[in-house]
């Protein structure tokens, strides 16, 4: 398996003065970086084909590493584009990871990935109760459908030889993966009635999915909380520096 991940997310404002980085892959946590220990956990699996997307800072925040460095393309969904074409071939599969999982650990990243079936396109999906649980008192996070409430994961399995296929409507439904609204209005009208009447359901997200993509697709339920916990804003940024 290779791995590709994503590190050109800039940042400003609150976010940017509490990092004291404009680069969210570089936000120190611990003596570490987001990217540092995202990079950590790969070589603890023992992931040897390691590809960052991001630019020069990125690079030399990698001097030392053997990683494949991919040129930053200017914007998350270009970003995207890139990181599914961070090898030519295409006949192993891909794990798709954000660098914004401070939490992130070997033993999470292992049972997300020996649970994903063989030939599919999968996405990590935590329990909101257990991700509660694992971070109480943290910024919101999550969202509800058909009156289930779920927590989004940072990591992804791409299966061999579609990645070429699925990549246009793949950096749609990356880009939209935290608006229930945003995910049925990349799916269709059909999907964005069952949401505004509050049916929609994630067995139907993935069905949908499947028809747009081509390609068997399957949330990956259960997953540990660690992988639904991202730090994209400042105050879930600071909540993990307080408690790494």
């Given amino acids: 398996m290779r791995v590709v991940i994503t590190a050109g997310a800039p940042l400003d404002g609150a976010y940017a003065r509490a990092a004291g980085t404009s680069l969210k892959a570089l936000a120190p946590l611990r003596g570490s970086t987001m990217l540092a220990r995202t990079l950590d956990v790969c070589a603890e699996l023992h992931i040897d084909e390691v590809a960052v997307v991001g630019n020069d800072a990125i690079a030399r925040a990698c001097d030392g ?79 509800t459908l058909a009156g289930e409430r779920v927590v989004n994961g940072g990591a992804f399995v791409i299966p061999p030889r579609v990645r070429a296929r699925v990549a246009d409507r793949a950096m749609r439904l990356f880009d939209a993966r935290k608006s229930p609204w945003r995910m049925a209005a990349v799916a269709g009208v059909p999907l964005l009635l069952r949401l505004a009447f509050g049916t929609l359901s994630i067995a139907a997200l993935e069905a949908r999915a499947r028809d747009l993509l081509g390609t068997e697709v399957v949330a990956v339920r259960g997953c540990a909380p660690e992988l639904g916990y991202d730090a994209d804003t400042a105050a879930e940024y600071l909540y993990a520096c307080d408690r790494i």
């Fill in 65 to 143: 590493r053997r990683v494949r460095i991919v040129p930053d393309a200017g914007s998350g969904a270009a970003n995207v584009r890139a990181a599914l074409a961070a090898w030519p071939d295409d006949d192993e599969p891909l794990l798709y990871l954000t660098c914004d999982m401070p939490f992130l650990d070997a033993r999470s990243l292992r049972s997300y990935l020996e649970r994903s079936p063989g030939g599919a396109l999968t996405m990590a999906l935590c329990e909101y109760d257990a991700f509660e649980h694992r971070f109480p008192g943290a910024p919101p996070f999550g969202i």
